[in-house]
C-alpha cells in the first residue's frame, strides 16, 4: 500500500510563497505520474500541477506561471512551489500519485491565504 505524507502546509499572506512537499513509500511499482489537487471550501477537487516520470508538467490555468512543480531524483517525492499566492488559492492540497493502474492520495494539507 502506497502512503503519500504531505508537508508544508499553512497560513500566508497575499502575495506570499509556500512550497508543499510530498513523499511516497511502500510502493511495489515504480511511481509514475504525480501531482497536487486542491479541494476549497464548498467546491470539487480540482487539478493543480502534475509531472510525470520522465519530467512532462502540467498545470491549472490558475496556477501557471506562479507555480513550479519538481520531482526528487529518487523520483518518490514531489514538490510544489508556488509564488504570488492569492486568497482564492485558500484549500486543502492533496499529493497524487500514479503506480502500475493504482492511483493514491494524501491525506491534504491546509493552505489559507489571507488578504
Known amino acids: 500500500q502506497v502512503q503519500l505524507v504531505e508537508s508544508g502546509g499553512g497560513l500566508v499572506q497575499a502575495g506570499g510563497s509556500l512550497r508543499l512537499s510530498c513523499a511516497a513509500s511502500?510502493?511495489?511499482?515504480?511511481?509514475?505520474?504525480m501531482g497536487w489537487y486542491r479541494q476549497a471550501p464548498g467546491k470539487e477537487r480540482e487539478l493543480v500541477a502534475t509531472?510525470?516520470?520522465?519530467?512532462?508538467?502540467n498545470y491549472a490555468d490558475s496556477v501557471k506561471g506562479r507555480s513550479t512543480i519538481s520531482r526528487g531524483n529518487a523520483k518518490n517525492t514531489v514538490d510544489l512551489q508556488m509564488n504570488s499566492l492569492k486568497p482564492e488559492d485558500t484549500a486543502v492540497y492533496y499529493c497524487?500519485?500514479?503506480?502500475?493502474?493504482?492511483?493514491?492520495w494524501g491525506k491534504g494539507t491546509l493552505v489559507t491565504v489571507s488578504s
Open positions: 497524487h500519485a500514479a503506480a502500475s493502474i493504482m492511483y493514491y
Open positions: 511502500g510502493s511495489r511499482f515504480s511511481i509514475n505520474a
Open positions: 509531472i510525470t516520470s520522465g519530467g512532462r508538467t
